[in-house]
């Protein structure tokens, strides 16, 4: 096990808000909202994710109202928000907009719902086929010399798309946010099916984890608890290899004394690749699950990674 880790628990705040359409959220929808980033801070947690089009930037609103009723909570935090997807705009469902002038406007959309005068982090959230690299780069720069936004990172995206960007880019790219898990294995799957007929089942881009270790680059896991599928959650419509895991789960949570949200996020945060994940639960009871995560990665073994591993794919590595 490396010796210094820099991974933590992230909070996503995207089910703050209340429904996903324009209906304003609630009170009671900001008190749920409170107490969730009451019992995240009281795990440790001190970054929280949003994106402008969570809630329909609703849940950003919401975190803004709790920023401006506690004036301390600005300073002992880090905030990162996302932008580039558009949602019911120009006539169609969903699509991509990562030009320049865009990506400035809906940051400084995003920081007034959130009533803060910067972000800590700017992620682009998805890759627009029609991006010029060189324009997203002057947005980004322009943004962090004004003081908007400190630092950027992407999510969704592959080593040679951030390389592509980085090299008209100045500020160091810091983070890129994917999915990533024990169900969701493709990112491991890819590297051990090379040289093998396997590995072409499975789409993840070869080289973006090597690419982030060598260029600094933090990687964030959305969906790290895989909806809740081995702690609990859809158990009696799982498969053989999910009910399976999950029992496994529940033996090794039962071993290290923690919840087993915290060994499904052990067994992410227990590989070299120093993945942070992102936990999206309102409930604080499962938020509070979640604490023991860092502890199970200190100490889980080679084995028992590598058994939930195989228990969860339904078979041996080739």
Known sequence: MPTTRKQQLVYGCMGFGGSWDLTPYTREDLRTAERAVSTALEVGVRVFDHADIYRSGKAEAVFG?????????????????????????????????????????????????????????????????????????????????EGLVRQVGVSNMAGVQMAALQRHLDLPIVVN???????????????????????????????TLEYCAANGVALQAWGSLARGIYSGAYLDSASPADQGTAVLVSSLAEQYGVAPEAVVLGWLMRHPADVSPVIGTTDPDRIRACAGATAVAAQLTRAEWYSLFATARGQDVP
């Not at 999915?179 to 080289?207: M, T």
């Open 65 to 145: 109202e709790i920023l401006a009723r506690d004036g301390t909570l600005r300073s002992s935090i880090r905030i990162q928000t996302k932008c580039g997807i558009r949602v019911g705009e120009s006539g169609l469902g969903v699509h991509y907009n990562l030009d320049k002038q865009a990506i400035v406007n809906r940051v400084r959309a995003s920081l007034e719902r959130l009533q803060v005068e910067w972000v800590d982090t700017l992620l682009l959230h998805r890759p627009d086929p029609l991006m010029e690299p060189e324009l997203v780069a002057e947005a980004l720069t322009e943004l962090h010399s």
């Open 177 to 207: 946010q994917l999915e990533l898990s024990l169900q969701k294995r493709d990112w491991i799957e890819a590297g051990i099916g090379v040289n093998g007929d396997q590995g072409i089942a499975y789409d993840f881009p070869l080289g």
